[in-house]
């Protein structure tokens, strides 16, 4: 048996991009998620590190994606992982990992 689930919680980098395959609508997003800094008892100072995540959402996400989402937004998102290569112009390969989503929540902020 084997499990292929991511689950993230971070920000949206760029407005979703939109394109249609065989008149399916598909959103890709750019999430950003952070560990914070960390400074250890030595007082070594571990920066901040960002990770940047690639979404592809498909159908009804593609189209709320594109409604609803803007760079900023805060998302939940399950979904799994898809890597996929491909041969450019000057026949280099170039590969990439995306998450597939299948659920996505936005959260929204509280006002203070």
């Known amino acids: ?9 971070g920000n949206v980098g760029s407005d979703p991009s939109m394109r249609y395959i065989d008149g399916k609508p598909v959103a890709n997003v750019s999430l950003a998620t952070n560990e914070p800094a960390v400074t250890r008892s ?7 590190r960002v990770e940047w995540h690639t979404l592809v959402m ?11 989402i803007n760079k900023g937004t805060k998302l939940y998102v399950e ?34």
Do not use: F
């Open 1 to 9: 048996m084997s499990v292929n689930r991511v689950i993230l919680v």
């Open 42 to 48: 030595d007082g070594t100072v571990i920066p901040e």
């Open 58 to 68: 498909w159908g009804r996400n593609a189209e709320l994606a594109e409604q609803y």
């Open 79 to 112: 979904g799994r992982l898809r890597t996929r290569t491909w041969q450019d112009q000057a026949a280099i390969k170039h590969r990439v990992t995306e998450v597939w989503v299948d659920s996505v929540d936005i959260i929204l902020r509280g006002n203070k």
